[in-house]
């Protein structure tokens, strides 16, 4: 079986999955970069040298590489599509050939976006039309990408649960433990307003003035740093809070190891969040935003982790103080953060299940579902799924 996976980067987000589906015996596999990163984002740590990496081939330059990674793309058993231009694809449409798109929320400012014309004959073309094709499957990198489909009528029973695999070796005693006496607290982004970073330094405040010893850690940059240093300001927090500025994932990573409590914030704005897998697997007892992409795959409220209401502080910092005045519920959330990641949401699992399925359909013309995790059926999430009715 020929797999091809086209998107824009060959990055941390894909590569581990990508690993994973080049050592299955029976697959030949290639991914197709279609952009060159750039600068920036190499030094922040993302960028990988695709000329290490034997199955990664660029559809830039200057000695046919465009035409042919598209070639290939028209030849292949199996295409997944992620953000890369629609000609990679263009005859598989035309002749119903199994194809995958992989996408997080189309419509994140709002269905009404789609009416503007540049974006409707884009949405048409992409997915509306594809989508009711008998071979053309949705890998919903959002717990929102479904209802985003479902209001075009689109790939409909043709939608799977999917995300970006982190990396999730977990060797023995990689928890560390900071024994200074001190409850340790994580938050890390881009300082932007959609992420809420004014969230921790707020709930930094609370803990200060119910003299609990602690340290809050905050790793980013952007451009609501001014508005949060004030903040600390404010609040007298400078022996509390720390701003580390801008790190590289492996930097973030281990911080992640030596934290309690991680706090993920974004609303629904944030498309995936590889920060949520990538505490849980860290051991950090996680509060997330019910808003963002992976909250509603990866996370069971109060079972691997606490969810709060989107937008809603008191939501918010009610279920942070829940883990601050428990040490017993931080270690059983961690405990099964750690195994939701280790035994399900794994890279491994990802591409044994995303091949199974892509046999089953190239052999028997029908798909299958898993019954969590991976590969299962994506149902149709309101934005308003999970309230607080505590509060």
Aim: glycine fraction near 8%; charged fraction near 25%.
């Amino acid at each position: 079986m020929t797999i091809v996976f086209v998107s824009n980067f060959f990055n941390h987000h894909e590569k581990f999955f990508c690993d994973e589906l080049n050592k299955m015996g029976g697959v030949e596999f290639h991914f197709i970069q279609t952009v060159q990163m750039n600068e920036e984002r190499v030094k922040l740590g993302w960028g990988i040298d695709i000329t290490t990496i034997p199955y990664c081939i660029c559809s830039y330059g200057y000695n046919g590489e465009h035409e042919n990674a598209l070639k290939l793309c028209e030849e292949a058993d199996v295409v997944i599509l992620g953000s890369a231009p629609y000609e990679f694809i263009a005859e598989r449409v035309k002749q119903n050939r199994l194809t995958f798109f992989y996408a997080e929320r189309l419509f994140r400012n709002g269905l009404w976006h789609m009416f503007y014309p540049p974006t409707f004959f884009t949405v048409l073309k992409r997915f509306i039309l594809p989508g009711r094709k008998s071979n053309f499957y949705l890998l919903c990198a959002s717990g929102y990408t479904a209802i985003d489909t479902a209001n075009i009528f689109a790939f409909n029973n043709h939608r799977f649960k999917w995300g970006h695999f982190i990396e999730v070796a977990y060797p023995e005693g990689r928890k560390q433990k900071v024994d200074d006496g001190r409850l340790h607290l994580l938050w890390a982004g881009r300082f932007l307003e959609l992420k809420h970073p004014d969230y921790p330094i707020r709930i930094a405040n609370t803990l200060k003035q119910k003299n609990i010893s602690f340290v809050l850690d905050i790793i980013g940059s952007g451009e609501q740093e001014v508005n949060m240093r004030k903040l600390i300001s404010d609040f007298k927090l400078e022996d509390h809070v720390v701003i580390h500025g801008t790190m590289r994932p492996t930097e973030v990573r281990q911080y992640m190891e030596k934290a309690d409590i991680y706090m993920f914030t974004s609303d629904f704005n944030e498309g995936w969040g590889a920060v949520l897998g990538e505490s849980m697997v860290s051991g950090c007892a996680v509060v997330t935003s019910h808003g963002i992409g992976a909250t509603p795959f990866l996370v069971q409220h109060d079972v691997n982790g606490l969810v709060y209401e989107t937008a809603n502080y008191g939501s918010f910092e009610r279920n942070v103080l829940k883990l601050i005045n428990s040490k017993e519920l931080r270690t059983r959330l961690s405990k099964r953060a750690i195994e939701t990641m280790l035994k399900i949401w794994n890279p491994k699992v990802g591409a044994e299940r995303f091949y199974s399925l892509a046999e089953n359909i190239l052999t028997h013309g029908v798909p299958i579902f898993y019954d969590q995790g991976p590969i299962s059926k994506a149902e149709v999430l309101h934005n308003n799924w999970f309230k607080d009715d505590t509060i």
